[in-house]
């Protein structure tokens, strides 16, 4: 079975700072998701990295796929309120469907 | 936003009783899941589709049955449910298959609880 381990598992923080949460595993993915979940709804889909070493931004979020294609971070600048949410990484890789980690919960503070 | 509707959205029953849900889609898309999602575990896969009538197990699939007799619709069953399968279930749906990198498509959940 693979496993993603996802940190911190819960994080509050005030309007305006910075964080990174992180996705880990001992195995190799093929490709790393990222999605975001908010109360009483779906996982959306953020963004895809496919390649070691990929940075991908989107807007005031930054994701990494690192090197060895084991683990993958996400970092947001300038936290918002909006920015509140559960998010989850999920692999691709031998077991051909996507494996998710348990989750950050981010709370930002107004 | 994809179109996903999954009935009900809340369902209270009790133990041993047979429980059926409801996945909708209007996309057309082949692949269709069924996850559950609870506190410290993430999302867990029970079942998939890859077609009509064609099925497989994820990794949670014990006590669970799908059907798909239609390319819209995707069924889970609980033969007899039990308390531990008080959960929020999550369908999903995708283009193609997770090797391609796919993205999944949610719906809202349908929140799950065996008395």
């Known amino acids: 079975t693979q496993l993603l381990e996802q940190s911190p598992q819960f994080l509050s923080i005030q309007e305006g700072e910075n964080l990174t949460v992180y996705c880990n595993s001992s195995s190799v993915f093929s490709s790393l998701q990222w999605y975001r979940q908010e109360p009483g709804e779906g996982p959306v889909l953020l963004v895809t990295v496919v390649t070691g070493g990929e940075v991908k931004k989107l807007k005031r979020l930054t994701f990494q796929f690192g090197d060895a294609r084991k683990d993958s971070s996400l970092h947001i600048t300038a936290a918002q309120p909006g920015d509140t949410g559960l998010y989850l990484c999920?692999?691709?890789?031998?077991?051909?469907?996507?494996?998710f980690g348990s989750g950050t919960q981010l709370t930002v503070l107004p | 936003d994809a179109g996903i509707t999954q009935s009900p959205r809340h369902k209270v029953t009790e133990t041993g009783t047979p429980v059926t849900l409801r996945c909708h889609q209007t996309e057309n898309h082949r692949y269709m899941y069924w996850y559950r999602q609870d506190p410290g575990h993430g999302l867990r896969l029970i079942h998939y589709?890859?077609?009509?009538?064609?099925?497989d197990k994820g990794e949670v699939s014990d006590g669970y049955s799908v059907s798909r007799s239609k390319t819209e619709d995707f069924l889970l069953t609980l033969e007899s449910a039990t308390s531990s399968q008080t959960s929020v279930y999550f369908c999903a749906i995708s283009e193609q298959g997770s090797s391609y990198n796919s993205p999944l498509h949610f719906g809202n959940g349908t929140r799950l609880t065996v008395t």
């Open positions: 999920a692999g691709t890789g031998s077991a051909r469907q996507l494996t």
């Open positions: 589709s890859y077609g009509v009538k064609d099925t």
